[in-house]
T-cell receptor, first 111, second 115 residues
Framework: AQSVSQHNHHVILSEAASLELGCNYSYGGTVNLFWYVQYPGQHLQLLLKYFSGDPLVKGIKGFEAEFIKSKFSFNLRKPSVQWSDTAEYFCAVNADNDMRFGAGTRLTVKP | EAGVAQSPRYKIIEKRQSVAFWCNPISGHATLYWYQQILGQGPKLLIQFQNNGVVDDSQLPKDRFSAERLKGVDSTLKIQPAKLEDSAVYLC?????????????FGPGTRLTVL
């Protein structure tokens, strides 16, 4: 069965710092890749997704992610974080209708 | 557009009791998912429906968990009997397209505590 690994459990940054959250998966076939975010007190919502085409995808709120097939990675980036980016971030991978989420990374942005 | 609705929002039961959760997806969404999210972990897919048919239930503990989506719209997830390790948030999600190929829209979840 496939698995999804998120390397950081908790990341603490100051405003304006750059962000990169790691995500690796174990599946050799075709995958659809997602980043979901859960802001405090809110539902899980989609940040961005990759199905095919340009491996650099842009999402909402200035986030982007790069799919590197050779590394089985789909890292999330943002050049300058804001206090409002404080949330939990989940990487998810779908292969053959098998949807798997990583354990999540809690991001705390200090004002 | 109304979002995914779930009820109840919170439930506390004792072990060996039964419990049921209800989900109403976004109107017109053919695919419905149930996830279990244990504290400190990511959501774990339990079952997914396409209309009223089961697409995948390989991770559903079928000895105690059951789910149905009889008319292809709303769905119920039942646990009978509950165990302590079932304490978790149960999330329902829906999507308009084929399973796994489109954005999933999540509901607020039901937080279950088993004592």
């Amino acid at each position: 069965a496939q698995s999804v690994s998120q390397h950081n459990h908790h990341v603490i940054l100051s405003e304006a710092a750059s962000l990169e959250l790691g995500c690796n998966y174990s599946y050799g076939g075709t995958v659809n890749l997602f980043w979901y975010v859960q802001y405090p007190g809110q539902h899980l919502q989609l940040l961005l997704k990759y199905f095919s085409g340009d491996p650099l995808v842009k999402g909402i709120k200035g986030f982007e992610a790069e799919f590197i097939k050779s590394k089985f990675s789909f890292n999330l980036r943002k050049p300058s974080v804001q206090w409002s980016d404080t949330a939990e971030y989940f990487c998810a991978v779908n292969a053959d209708n098998d949807m798997r989420f990583g354990a999540g990374t809690r991001l705390t942005v200090k004002p | 557009e109304a979002g995914v609705a779930q009820s109840p929002r919170y439930k506390i039961i004792e072990k060996r009791q039964s419990v049921a959760f209800w989900c109403n997806p976004i109107s017109g969404h053919a695919t419905l998912y149930w996830y279990q999210q244990i504290l400190g972990q990511g959501p774990k897919l339990l079952i997914q429906f396409q209309n009223n048919g089961v697409v995948d239930d390989s991770q559903l503990p079928k000895d105690r968990f059951s789910a149905e989506r009889l008319k292809g719209v709303d769905s119920t997830l039942k646990i009978q009997p509950a165990k302590l390790e079932d304490s978790a948030v149960y999330l329902c999600a829906s999507s308009p397209a084929l399973p796994g190929t489109d954005t999933q829209y999540f509901g607020p979840g039901t937080r279950l505590t088993v004592l």
